[in-house]
């Protein structure tokens, strides 16, 4: 059973308007929801269009609410649904200021990099993102599931990024195309490492706070462009992860 | 003016069998295109249904055919067509045996991380890629259009991978769950670097033959449970890179 104000709601959370209004998120798939359920994310509302085991979901608290396909349609994101779909809680951020290492986010636009990105703090051990504010959201529906869960385990904190990194003390590591080599890095004990925008990369009033300038070499006689934002942030995390 | 005889060949083009039986492939998108004009890639045929300036394409045989809107989208792959379709042949392999390094890839299936992959190869340096069998084809039109240009630059190879891998007397490299740390690897100056397919990673029958098994770490407490094979791809052949 789903009443018709909880349709309301959840198709209300499409949009980020009313995600930020009730500080709640769209989640949808079995293993994505029992992911964000163990990771500790507080679920609200919980609906499937399969008939389950009572036992599979024995708590009582998180089992599924049995809806038809059609009301499931209504509600999802998705053009094919999973047949399940959840809403949690937003987290509460803790303070930034105690976390050592901190990656920052200038306009990355692309819901599958940001995705992706919180997928490759999680791996490496980044706990904090913060992002300037025109960043995608980080409880769009797309990147909740790129996320892979990773959005419960990691913290993501939109600021006005050009007076918050004004205001910082530690280094800020920027990727950049004509930076120093990874190999002549040597990663501090706390930093910043700054990643910008899919096309423009990191913008001039930014890019100005830029401490350390990296760049990932290619071969000298390479004919891609550019590697992908998420791809950078990956090769460089690891880097940094190899050297912590 | 397009004919019917080229559009019953495109439309063929779109299927793996006549790709091969013909030895062509589509791009799409006038930006590919020029980049695979520009890497040596052989046009054979080119459509748009955008008016030109004839100075954009003054040299006549790389100069596109004015087709209609409803001709494109009979010969686009793309449910959205960019208005710019061509077809080129595919490259003839050369020798394998006089590459130092060669990545092998085991059943890989998501066009989106094969054409990342190639574009990796690109930017790193790798010139030749030979993959098992069932490995999707690369001239599947969303490879070809997620390796941005790469696919005129890097040759794939299609083998039996057990016996290929079986016939290497240069040390093979292996992406796996359990193996060293990147910070223990010594690259030598041939080799063989294998990635395994999306869920099941490298297979016994071809895992058998890993000299050498690498991991990549990741946080102890990390909570996502592995990287994409084409992240991983992009993470290892920077570390290879590096130590060249």
Redesign the interface.
Known sequence: MISNSEIKLITGLHRKKYRDLHNLFIAEGEKLIK?LID?GAQLTHFYTTKSIEPSDYADEVKSPVLITERQMQKISVQKNPSGWLAIFEQAKNTDLNQVPWVLALDDVQDPGNMG?IL??C????ITHVVCSEDTVEAYNPKVVQSS???I??VQVHYVLLDQWLATQTKPIFGAVLDGK???DIDWPKQGVLLMGNEGQGIRPQRAQFITDHLT??????????S??V??AT??LL??W??NQ
Not at 122 to 125: E, K, L, T
Not at 216 to 225: F, M, N, Q, T, V
């Open positions: 992911d990771s992706t997928r490759l999680d791996w490496f051990g892979m869960g990773s419960a385990r080599s990874l190999t990932i070499s290619g071969a000298p006689e390479r004919g891609a462009e590697l992908n998420a791809m990956g090769i690891h880097q992860h190899l």
